[in-house]
């Protein structure tokens, strides 16, 4: 007994020195823990049916992230059952939070998370306000009767009003509205064209863009009134379902499709500071100003317009939807519009740091917690996938194409 005591003994010597000898080792970069190394699959969530009996391939939106790191999508079946879409949270776990009653319609859009936690959505004529604790509907708000059509952009305010436009063809259809936090009209504005998108600048001005007769135009309004700051016309066509992204000194930045451009303008008065050439897309900025856009090819350009790089990615013209965190790294779905590609995550430089075998419909939201969340669509399912990342969204610029994590078309809720 004494004679085998001694002999672990000895023989435990020799591993205690080298795990002293290691642990005086200067290390600078430890092993991350077991199941965080970057890339790593946490959870996915299928649970999206709005019918018990689907029939038909159920349908996403893109995902939106809340103060407390829930989760929530909106979802509706596809238009041959006709039923109507229903908003769904989930834990940062994966696990099943709640989902809303059926909406009004098929029609969604993204879910929109106000600075206190408040979740919105637009289905068709009317906006949702929804208790983010159980998908009760706080409030409702239609669009009146005189000028009942779809409405859609939901963008929020930074005193907690929602703004919204139709996105009717006819005249007496182009509106703009603005909704205070308990669901009564503040104001609407008609406009002479129809609304091509909407966003909220650091300063709280709401900036309105159309085309009418084939050039851009662009108006900011007072979010208290809706009354007319500065308006600017621009020559060629401003791309449509919000092309217009805040950079982190307040400057406008916009894509153009006809001819395609870049462009910079002044959020005091509409001036243009500068015009690019570059190809469309969506602007995607990083907290230092960068701007990078997905078409075909990935490019980034620097603060002033000029290009730095630019990255062959396999994806299509119509792949346009990036995301940036708070190191500068850009995420983006690089499919070729055949169901193949990837999910790729490149280095502020242009190289490569990793790519995820599946595919992604829209930017990814990345939350407080590094963790990637983005959703795809193949088949008759759709899927959230939640993926273990290594810094949170970019805390400044705009990161995604619909502002930041909250969905909220506003440089200053994120």
């Known amino acids: 007994m004494y004679f085998n005591f001694r002999l672990k003994s000895l023989l435990f010597l020799p591993l205690l020195f080298l795990g002293l000898l290691l642990s005086c080792t200067d290390n600078n970069d430890p092993d991350p823990e077991p199941g965080n190394e970057f890339g790593t699959l946490l ?6 049916n709005v019918n018990p009996e689907p029939t038909e391939p159920v349908r996403v939106t893109e995902p939106a992230v809340g103060p407390d790191g829930t989760i929530y999508v909106s979802s509706y079946d596809g238009v041959g059952t006709w039923h109507n879409a229903r908003v769904h949270a989930i834990h940062p776990d994966g ?16 879910p929109a998370i106000g600075k206190h936690g408040n979740v919105y959505v637009i289905s ?5 306000a929804i208790n983010p604790s159980d998908g009760s509907f ?4 239609e669009v009146p009767d005189d000028l009942h059509y779809q409405i859609s952009y939901l963008t929020l ?9 139709t996105v009717g063809a006819g005249s007496y259809h182009r509106q703009i509205f603005a909704i205070n936090s308990d669901g009564q009209k503040v104001w609407q504005r008609e406009v002479t064209s129809k609304i091509y998108g909407l966003s909220v600048g ?8 159309w ?3 084939g050039n851009g135009h662009i108006f900011a309004l007072d979010p208290a009134d809706g009354s007319v700051i500065w308006s600017k016309d621009i020559e060629g066509y401003v791309n449509a379902d919000n092309s217009l992204a805040v950079a982190p000194d307040s400057g406008l930045i916009i894509s153009q499709s006809g001819p395609e451009k870049l462009l910079k303008l002044d959020a005091n008065d509409g001036e243009i500071l500068w015009q690019k050439d570059a190809p469309n897309g969506f602007p995607s900025i990083s907290s230092d100003g960068n701007i990078y856009l997905l078409a075909g090819k990935l490019y980034a350009f620097n603060r002033e317009g000029s290009p730095k790089w630019e990255v062959e990615t396999g994806a299509t013209t ?8 708070a190191e500068g790294k850009i995420y983006g779905g690089m499919y070729d519009g055949l169901f193949n590609g990837n999910f790729e995550v490149y280095y502020p430089n242009g190289t490569l740091k990793w790519a995820f075998p599946e595919k992604m419909n829209y930017s990814a939201a990345i939350g407080e917690n590094k963790v990637m969340y983005f959703v795809y669509k193949e088949g008759e399912s759709a899927v959230l996938y939640a993926v273990q990342g290594d810094q949170p969204i970019a805390g400044a610029g705009w990161p995604r194409r619909s502002g930041g994590n909250r969905n909220s078309r506003n440089a200053g809720i994120r």
């Not at 959870?43 to 999206?48: A, R």
């Not at 009653?101 to 098929?106: M, V």
């Not at 706080?138 to 708000?141: C, L, Q």
């Open 318 to 325: 119509s792949a346009k939807r990036l995301s940036i965190d």
């Open 43 to 48: 959870w996915t969530y299928e649970d999206f």
């Open 211 to 213: 085309n009418p007769n």
């Open 202 to 209: 650091i300063d709280g001005t709401l900036f309105a863009y």
């Open 138 to 141: 706080s409030w409702t708000w």
């Open 95 to 110: 696990s099943f939070k709640w989902a809303t009653q059926e909406l009004e319609s098929i029609s969604v859009t993204a």
């Open 124 to 128: 068709h004529y009317t906006i949702y």
């Open 157 to 165: 305010g930074n005193d907690g009003m929602i703004f919204c436009a």
